[in-house]
């Protein structure tokens, strides 16, 4: 029967609009993950800022007062004030006599640091909590509770969507998403607000996984791999939206509400989306495989004629006395059975590897390009749209393997090549960072439908989503590898990056090639398949 299911999904794969509506309901997600996940670029703006003196601003004084009063200049520069600091003077008799008499009776004085804060503007997290000077490390918790967060939905997700089906942890992730993302908004603690960007995180990791698995496996052949490519476009249409809205709504409590709320419009894709059919006949749900895929090929009631059978039967059964714990726990050593199993997941957890650390310390050395960082969002999202659809033709034509290790290798070429590039030139260090965006994110693209299809039906989730883990650990350690390994010598994070971009796309080549195969089920089904090998880097 599972033939026949297969004859249904290709049947269904070539309903244009049906599979079009598909995409437009699995890809939609994407736009929320690429908004919240750059939207600390905006959340964390900081303004001009020094210490605030409350006697001198009850008395009336100005900014510019107060600061010609209270504030040192740094010692390499006499334009540039000290931020952190001010001198300790008698300020109640400074704003009793006024600011005149003040100035013509400053003596030196000894400085300590602030205890209030003032600033240019307060339309930003920084303000709200004075994560600037001893404070400034709690800035980046706010990013890192995200990619935690994602990496705890990674590891939770891909199993509860194994066991309990892609729709339901679609669903649960939208309801996450939908509570979590206003709540951050109208958080007055700030550590409930890290609270409200952990859960962001996991439901941004959950509701991306399933959904992605969903759509492999409703499709087969030339369109699975057209609409997995398409669906990452929702990523850079995502850069762009949150641009646009960032540049018009600048207060972050208003920004963060303006981006969440369109998170209810998920609700349709909780009542609508389906089920997947292979995933049901994978856990011995038959019946409900075929209402399925007679909801969606009308035709395929004529296949579905008989009851479970034996077989299927015991599948149930013997899910349900292994215990739900005992099975979540099992997914995962699952990836590890088999000597082939172990390879294939070692390569992939190489790529999301790889992956997250490259993208991510490629945006973070862009940070010390001078650029406006509304436009510099928005030309990332241009770059990296232009790099999923440029493996729509790769794929088509192009076996999975030779592009994966071809744009991993790329990847580390022109990481490499930075050493060759003086600091001075801007323009060209700009490009060559986009270029090796557009790379990463082509690679990150392409290697997410490659691992998707070297797994069975009964654990793809997991082992994609376990990827996907990996893959945030690279971009939890991205910053420490720029500030740390950066401050020895400037060129060693892209180095190591190259080099490693270098040896995982040697490790690509031992993998067997997917074009044009019809995916496992089993893991019965996984032993008629091919498996690693150091020859496979000669067969293409």
Known sequence: MADDLEKYIDSYSKRRWQVFVLLLMVGTPGIFNAIQLSSYVFLVDKPSYWCDIPDLTSAGWSDRMII????????????????????????????????????????TASSK????????????????????????????????????????????????????????????????????GPSAALMDSYVLFLIARFLIGVAGSGIYESSYTILTELTSGKTRTLLCLLMNMAYPIGYVLLSIIAY????????????????????????????????????????????????????????????????????????????????????????????DLSAKTSISFSCGFVCGLSYYVIALNGDNITADRYIYVALNGVVEGLAYLSTIPLLLYVGRKIAVSGLFFASG????????????NANFLLIVALLGKFCVSAVFSVSLLYISELYPTTIRNTGLGTSLTISQIGSVIAPYVVELLGAKAWYIPSTVCGVLGIFVSSLVLMLPETKGTVLPDTLEDMKITRSVKFTNCCKF
Not at 71 to 89: F, L, M
Not at 122 to 135: A, M, P
Not at 145 to 161: C, M, T, V, Y
Not at 312 to 338: D, H, P
Request: contains cysteine; aromatic residues 14%; charged residues 20%.
């Open 68 to 107: 010609n009063v209270t504030t040192p200049h740094q010692n390499y520069s006499s334009n540039k004030i000290e931020e952190c600091s001010y001198y300790d003077r008698n300020y109640s008799l400074f704003a009793k006599n006024g600011y005149n008499w003040s100035m013509n009776n400053l003596e």
């Open 113 to 180: 640091p602030c205890q209030y804060y003032r600033y240019s503007n307060r339309e930003s997290v920084v303000t709200e909590w004075d994560l600037v000077c001893d404070n400034v490390a709690k800035k980046s918790n706010i990013q890192a509770a995200i990619a935690f967060g994602k990496f705890i939905g990674g590891l939770l997700f891909g199993s509860i969507s194994d066991i309990y089906g892609r729709k339901f942890a679609f669903n649960l992730a939208a309801l996450i998403y939908m509570f979590s």
């Open 248 to 339: 018009y709504v600048r207060p972050w409590r208003m920004l963060l509400l303006a981006l969440s709320l369109p998170m209810f419009g998920l609700l349709i894709q909780c009542w609508f989306l389906p089920e997947s059919p292979k995933w049901l006949m994978s856990q011995g749900r038959k019946r409900q495989a075929w209402e399925v895929m007679t909801k969606l090929v009308p035709s395929a009631v004529h296949a579905n004629k008989d009851d479970d059978d034996e077989d299927m039967v015991e599948i149930r059964k013997s899910k349900k006395s292994q215990g739900k714990c005992k099975e979540f726990l099992s997914t995962f050593t699952t990836l590890f059975s088999t000597w």
């Open 413 to 424: 070429i022109l990481q490499l090549a930075l050493l060759t590039i003086p600091q001075e």
